[in-house]
């Protein structure tokens, strides 16, 4: 399982770093294509919008086509189809050929999702918390590095970035080509046509018991990471009066912390604890964090606040295994799509709420923001709660129905 393990963390870390890799450039390179640096704003919001509302819509679909035609397939395409992207972007003359080169990264991005159900396809279940905790300090690292190398090179040729990402992403390609096994073959049997609507595995997921509200919480989670996603720069420069290298410091420190206890800290956390346990102690974690920097004063706090954000890493991890012991394996795909496009939709809507937010509490209080994010993890308890009632439940009434059967065989 070590190689395919190794590919599919390659996957996900040149993914991420594909994507980081233009954010320091994409400024420039808009104002080379449009010669308007008033526009510039609004089409580097827009772009980044482009993406995540494709991730949004083709994630589903990507996943139901893996449990159909199978993983291995699906990948390889994404993949070839990534690769030659991000060479359209590296010489994109107009500004509309850059808006399609990012949305079929955005198509081709939507991969991960099929890369989530290959992790769960081999492996077990009591392993699978630790699995996508190690997907995610691959996709930790990749926001790190992503941004530092396209500054590098951006300062030496403007597309010098995408010329990377198209390299790295042929390269996996054929690592991928070479060393991924298929972990679920076609299905020939199978009839169902693939739906195009985001959220249509939902109805089809809505009988399995505790599942829903695992789903909400997840949407809660993924919701207050935009937090600090959105604000955390930001803040630090209003706020705290940060120059861009002390900014950028506290963001790579923020990532470092983050894929560190992705890599390490999940698995004994979660087999010490288990899952439910975990992911509760991460959601405490990261509430304490928030609220702290509410109220904090000078710019060295959130330096020492790492540690609870990164705790707060493990909720995700914990919660993806949980949802995926809700599932048949034959629906793992369209499970992990469906996440993918609640994720992505909230990376669209995200960041215009905690904007709003802060820009509302700046005459109140400047830290309000913070502390509205620490409050909206508390609804994720009575989540949980009914989570675990509906399985109660279920489970209670599945027994009752066994042991009825079992009179009914032994009566005369």
């Not at 870390?13 to 994507?19: A, R």
């Not at 399609?100 to 009591?126: F, K, S, W």
């Not at 279920?394 to 009566?411: C, F």
Request: aromatic share 8%.
């Amino acid at each position: 399982m070590r190689k395919p393990l190794f590919v599919l963390l390659a996957i996900l870390l040149i993914d991420t770093i594909g994507f980081g890799l233009i954010m320091p450039i994409l400024p420039g390179l808009l104002q080379s294509l449009t010669g308007d640096r008033a526009a510039n704003s609004f089409h580097y919001g827009a772009l980044l919008s482009v993406y995540a509302l494709m991730q949004f819509l083709c994630a589903p679909v990507l996943g139901a086509l893996s449990d159909r035609l199978g993983r291995r397939r699906v990948l390889l395409v994404s993949l070839a189809g990534a690769a030659l992207d991000y060479l359209l972007m590296a010489f994109a003359p107009t500004l509309p050929w850059l808006y399609l080169g990012r949305a079929l990264a955005g198509v081709t991005g939507a991969n991960m999702a099929v890369a989530a159900a290959y992790l769960t396809d081999i492996t077990p279940e009591d392993q699978r918390a630790a699995r996508f905790g190690q997907m995610g300090a691959a996709i930790g690292i990749g926001f790190i590095a992503g941004p530092v190398l396209g500054g590098l090179l951006g300062e030496w040729l403007l597309r010098a970035p995408f010329m990377l990402a198209a390299l790295l992403n042929g390269l996996n390609l054929l690592l991928a080509w070479r060393l991924l096994p298929e972990s679920r073959p076609a299905r020939r049997d199978e009839r169902r046509r693939v739906s195009l609507n985001a959220f249509a595995a939902l109805h089809r997921l809505h009988g399995k018991a505790g599942l829903l509200p695992l789903v909400a919480v997840y949407a809660i989670v993924t919701l207050v990471g935009q937090w600090p996603a959105t604000l955390w720069i930001l803040y630090g420069q209003e706020r705290f009066g940060w120059s861009m290298w002390i900014g950028g410091l506290s963001l790579a420190g923020y990532g470092l912390c983050h894929a560190l206890t992705q890599a390490f800290a999940i698995a004994p956390l979660v087999s010490r604890l288990g899952e439910r346990r975990a992911l509760l102690l991460g959601l405490a974690g990261d509430s304490l964090g928030l609220a702290l920097l509410s109220i904090a004063l000078s710019g060295w706090v959130p330096f020492l606040l790492l540690p609870l954000f990164a705790a707060g890493g493990l909720a995700a991890p914990a919660l993806q295994s949980m949802l995926t012991r809700r599932i048949d394996a034959h629906q793992q795909g369209e499970l992990q799509g469906t996440l993918t496009s609640i994720t992505s939709l909230i990376g669209i809507a995200g960041p215009l709420l905690v904007t709003t937010l802060y820009a509302l509490g700046q005459g109140l209080w400047p830290g309000l923001v913070w502390a509205v994010g620490a409050a909206t993890n508390l609804l994720v308890l009575p989540l949980l709660s009914g989570s675990r009632r509906k399985e109660t439940s279920t489970a209670a009434s599945a027994v009752s129905s066994t042991a009825q059967d079992n009179a009914e065989k032994q009566a005369p």
